[in-house]
């Protein structure tokens, strides 16, 4: 069975242009796609090939959209798929923040406070309407809450450590540091797939003399376009 998933950008976002993909979820497959082939399979027995074309239509469309739908605009949506015999479900911001409120975290963010503002909040605002729930405090901690205890369980509960190595994050002797020790003894016990460094206006030669074993993983730049730099880490956190 065949599903369509549409996101439109809070930029994009109209109710009449969100109703017409609603209206025409058949034509989201791109001429030159319809005969790709998949294969479909079962443990049980061995998988087969078949085009998408072939494969019937579930008729469910996913509607992601990275702003708040009102309850007008939802009406008008819903309707629009009723009438074309569409299962619509909207995914809109106020989801995103459900699943980042209440979800399991794929990541921890771990970063200094004075890179908040320039760099970790737009990085954070661009995970979230991925439907990528991550550790990040400004979501992630609530008035009255323990700040060691919340730390603590979004370490160990997140399979992933976003690490945002900066200046400010490299002589700072306080949070970061134990955030940093405690994602490291992870990585380790786990075989070394937990932490994703960020390198943020730092070198080889700084990261190095920090932790000589941090320099030596992979890491993505801050300095490239961060709608990128989320794809990039959604595609290494995801769990599926």
């Not at 190095?208 to 993505?220: Q, R, T």
């Amino acid at each position: 069975m065949r599903f369509v998933s549409y996101f439109v950008p809070s930029d994009q976002y109209r109710v009449e242009r969100a109703i017409a993909l609603v209206h025409s979820p058949e034509q989201v497959i791109a001429e030159e796609d319809r005969n790709a082939t998949v294969t479909i399979g079962h443990a049980s027995r061995p998988g087969r090939m078949t085009s998408i074309s072939q494969m019937p239509f579930s008729n469910r469309v996913f509607l992601y959209i990275d702003t708040l739908v009102s309850d007008a605009d939802r009406e008008r949506l819903e309707r629009a798929a009723d009438e074309q015999g569409i299962r619509l479900e909207i995914r809109d911001a106020q989801y995103a923040d459900y699943v980042t409120l209440h979800e399991k975290p794929w990541a921890f963010i771990s970063h200094d406070s004075r890179d908040k503002d320039e760099f970790v909040r737009p990085l954070a605002d661009r995970l979230r309407p991925m439907m990528c729930p991550v550790w990040y405090d400004e979501y992630s901690l609530k008035v009255g809450d323990s700040i060691r205890g919340s730390i603590d369980k979004g370490l160990s509960d997140a399979p992933k450590c976003i690490l945002v190595l900066s200046p400010n994050f490299l002589s700072n002797p306080g949070w970061t540091k134990g955030e940093f020790n405690a994602a490291m003894g992870k990585h380790f016990s786990t075989g070394g797939s937990v932490l994703l460094p960020i390198w943020h206006g730092v070198t080889r030669e700084q990261v190095a003399e920090y932790s000589p074993m941090v320099a030596d993983i992979k890491a993505l730049r801050s300095d490239i376009d961060l709608d990128d730099l989320a794809r990039e880490l959604f595609v290494a956190i995801n769990p599926t």
